[in-house]
């Protein structure tokens, strides 16, 4: 079964933190992707990466950076956290070509 | 462009109700559709998937038809139980640059009462 990891379940953050979220991947995938989801906009992507060291923005990285030093693992940077990025965030991997996304059991990040 | 619609929550049935969850696409070129379950406080669990036209995706009692003509994938359970309660995205895959995107609806909040 593919297995996707993310460092904390619940986290809580004080305005112009620093916030790191991490994710860990088992099956080798060459694609990984930050979502963040929020009610009734359902999720919506941050970035992705598509090899090490690469990445591309998606719909919403404004405030966001991330990195993807190893394969298995990809973080998800806030420089300078602000309230309006409390959210549940989700990670998610993906083999190249394949159409579908396996997907980490989500981030839920207060920022108060 | 492509986009997913499906119908706003929450659904609130009996136990051993019939369920029906709507979602329509828009969509260039030959997507997949795909229905992502999320129970409360975890991640999206893939529930089943089609990859191409009048494909049926099934698992778990659920079913859930490609239909090209109408750009339709409606989600379907004959009999849904009380372990079903959860949310319910609906989500098209299409490729974009080097990856293949997914395109997500809103959700669709089921709650089974015993």
């Known amino acids: 079964d593919v297995k996707v990891t993310q460092s904390s379940r619940y986290l809580v953050k004080r305005t112009g933190e620093k916030v790191f979220l991490e994710c860990v991947q088992d099956m080798d995938h060459e694609n990984m992707f930050w979502y963040r989801q929020d009610p009734g906009l359902g999720l919506r992507l941050i970035y992705f990466?598509?090899?090490?060291?690469?990445?591309e923005k998606g719909d919403i990285p404004e405030g966001y950076s991330v990195s993807r030093e190893k394969k298995e693992r990809f973080s998800l940077i806030l420089e300078s956290a602000s309230t309006n990025q409390t959210s549940m965030y989700l990670c998610?991997?993906?083999?190249?070509?394949?159409?579908?996304?396996?997907f980490g059991p989500g981030t839920r990040l207060t920022v108060t | 462009g492509n986009s997913v619609t499906q119908m706003e929550g929450p659904v609130t049935l009996s136990e051993e109700a019939f369920l029906t969850i709507n979602c329509t696409y828009t969509?260039?070129?030959?997507?997949?559709l795909f229905w992502y379950v999320q129970y409360p406080g975890e991640g999206l669990q893939l529930l089943l998937k089609a990859t191409k036209a009048d494909d049926k995706g099934s698992n778990k009692g659920f079913e859930a038809t490609y239909r090209k003509e109408t750009t339709s994938f409606h989600l379907e359970k004959g009999s849904v139980q009380v372990s079903d309660s959860a949310v319910y995205f609906c989500a098209l895959s299409a490729p974009s640059y080097n990856f293949n995107k997914f395109y997500f609806g809103s959700g669709t909040k089921l709650n089974v009462k015993p």
């Open positions: 998610a991997s993906s083999f190249r070509g394949a159409r579908e996304q396996y």
């Open positions: 990466s598509y090899d090490v060291k690469m990445k």
């Open positions: 969509a260039t070129g030959y997507p997949s």
